[in-house]
């Protein structure tokens, strides 16, 4: 018996409207035991739906768009010409894969941000926009969302449910960004916006016999204690999803409070496989040992439903499927099946499935080159969590270097906190000596880490072909690249940071002075990097020469003044 019962694979924007991406992972899915398909998007819903009812639609029942269609095409035409046939185009793509999906055997859901809504409505509607911005507690919204969840459902009964993360900011319209200061907005609560928001959706969602999930994904423990408020009254059918970490998806953070605390409500757990913020694959990094924990932990609180996801919306183009990361999805899979599922399988299953392994291996020397691959892959995290963090605390744009001082300390101490879940690294940056040296071994230590495991896949494994070797030694030189990056920019960055809090020291202005001139060098070695290779083009991102060189010149400035 499977450790859950939902075990989901999520894939977003680019990928989510890409028919042979899909098709592959579908492919993967019925293979590895996972049986349920998140297509993420946060406009997704606005994608297929017109909604008819503010066009003209006025019948009681439609059986299908082009019945809609046929009383709306022209008001369409007339106010959102390049809508008119989007919604009907997508709607055949959609109705393409579920069926894929009906013969794999495998449930779909739709993931999306709330609100989300198509503009003309503010035409239609000026009493949204009050003094310029969008009132986010006008009562239209709640009829909106209504009438638009059930003209989903009437198009395509055969999505499970709706996945929907209300208290993010990074919708139209949502409570947790709302700037308008009118009446309403005034007098009510975040929390009661999170549970008018749900009941509205839940509403046709249920009617139609299908599942809303509400994602508890929130960016501190304020806004943790207001959607919890509002969870407690939704119906028992709401499922509530939460990432494994109580922020985001950065590993160094402790295991979600909220994992098995949410009385009368099934409770599902999302993971990352590719790694928005442990370094996209680029920077390698093998989580089967942090899923285990993590995934155990989730059992043991009676989880239902774990979710990976494959990629970012951000970052279109890239996904676990095309790094080394993709052997996170297979440790996710095994682990969601079975907890104790062996790690030195889940390495031969990836390496035999992507064609890596020699022909002719008897299963001794299969397992061999497994296990040879297991000790090179296995490590990466421990260096990753090195380099991309300072003392366990998010030093990363998304994996990016930072652009300049003050953006290094924003990333790590408001917007990705640590200190918001765990108290005592308060501290975690300090510039005293003791805690300065501490964080320029950590950095020293990343560098040592990666070289020496380049050491060791330099000469790949007799039981792997050619061109997997190859793949090794390419990504290998490239995760290198990405530590002496994040090393020169955390010590360029906390030495100048000590030099305005503490002013000169002797101990540290030469070592400051000597790494503000290793960033513009760095830069030069990267631009020649990018014109002698020809590599997947998200390396070049994560190695941009640029935000160096703009770090470098805030650094001056900040130690000019």
């Given amino acids: 018996m499977s450790e859950f019962a939902v075990r989901a694979l999520e894939i977003h924007s680019q990928y989510a409207w890409d028919y042979e991406w899909v098709t592959r992972a579908l ?106 911005t969008i009132c986010a507690n006008e009562p239209f919204w709640w009829e909106f969302t209504g009438v638009k969840y059930r003209e989903f459902f009437e198009e395509f009964p055969e999505v499970a ?32 916006w999170f549970l008018r928001l749900a009941t509205a959706m839940h509403g046709p969602i249920h009617a139609a016999g299908r599942t809303l999930v509400i994602r508890d994904f929130v960016f501190d423990a304020k806004t943790h204690e207001d959607i919890a408020a509002a969870m407690v009254q939704l119906p028992p059918d709401v499922v509530i999803s939460l990432k494994n970490t109580p922020h985001d998806f950065y590993p160094t953070f402790p295991d979600n409070p909220r994992i ?65 990361n993709f052997v996170n999805l297979y440790a996710f899979s095994a682990l969601a099946n079975d907890l104790a599922a062996d790690r030195t399988t ?80 308060a501290g975690a940056l300090a510039t005293d000596e003791a805690n300065l040296r501490a964080i320029l071994a950590e950095k020293d230590e990343a560098l040592a880490r990666v070289l020496a495991l380049q050491a060791q896949a330099q000469p790949g494994h007799e039981g792997l072909t050619a061109l997997a070797r190859q793949s090794l030694r390419d990504s290998f030189d490239a995760f290198v690249r990405y530590v002496r990056a994040f090393r020169l920019v955390a010590h360029a960055v906390m030495l100048t940071q000590r030099l305005k809090q503490h002013g000169a020291d002797a101990g540290f202005d030469a070592l400051l002075r000597e790494r503000l001139s290793d960033l513009p060098r760095l830069a030069d070695e990267f631009t020649a990097f990018a014109a002698a290779t020809d590599l997947n083009h998200r390396i070049y991102t994560l190695l941009d020469p640029d935000r160096l060189l703009a770090l470098h010149g805030d650094l001056q400035r900040q130690v000019a003044n």
């Fill in 346 to 425: 889940i390495y031969l299953d990836w390496l035999r499935d992507i064609g890596w392994l020699q022909p002719g291996l008897d299963a001794g020397q299969a397992h061999a080159a497994a296990a040879w691959m297991q000790g090179v892959l296995e490590p990466t995290w421990d260096i990753v969590r090195r380099t991309a963090y300072v003392n366990d605390c998010v030093f990363s744009d998304s994996s990016q270097l930072p652009v300049s001082l003050a953006h290094a300390l924003w990333l790590a101490e408001k917007k990705n906190s640590l200190k918001e879940w765990v108290p005592e690294k």
């Fill in 260 to 324: 098995g605390n949410i009385a009368g409500h099934a409770q599902w757990v999302e993971y990352d496989a590719m790694g928005q913020y442990y370094g996209w694959g680029i920077g390698i990094s093998a989580m089967a040992a942090d899923y285990q924990r993590r995934l155990g932990l989730a059992r043991d609180r009676g989880v239902s439903g774990v979710i990976v996801r494959t990629d970012w919306e951000s970052l279109d183009g890239h996904s676990a499927f095309q790094t080394l």
């Fill in 161 to 192: 449910g709706i996945i929907v993360a209300p208290a993010t900011g990074e919708s139209k319209v949502s409570i947790a960004s709302n700037r308008c200061t009118c009446e309403l907005c005034r007098t009510t609560s975040r929390r009661d």
């Fill in 27 to 132: 492919r993967f899915m019925q293979q590895r035991g996972l049986n349920t398909l998140v297509l993420h998007r946060n406009d997704l819903v606005d994608l297929v739906v017109y909604p008819g009812k503010y066009f003209g639609a006025t019948r009681e029942k439609y059986a299908s768009i082009f019945e809609r269609y046929q009383d709306i095409y022209q008001q369409l035409y007339r106010y959102t010409p390049t809508r008119r046939s989007g919604p009907y185009q997508r709607r055949a793509y959609l109705k393409r894969v579920l069926e894929m999906a009906r013969r794999a055997g495998i449930q779909v859901y739709i993931e999306n941000k709330e609100l989300y809504f198509p503009e003309i409505l503010l035409e239609f509607h000026p009493e949204l926009v009050k003094g310029g």
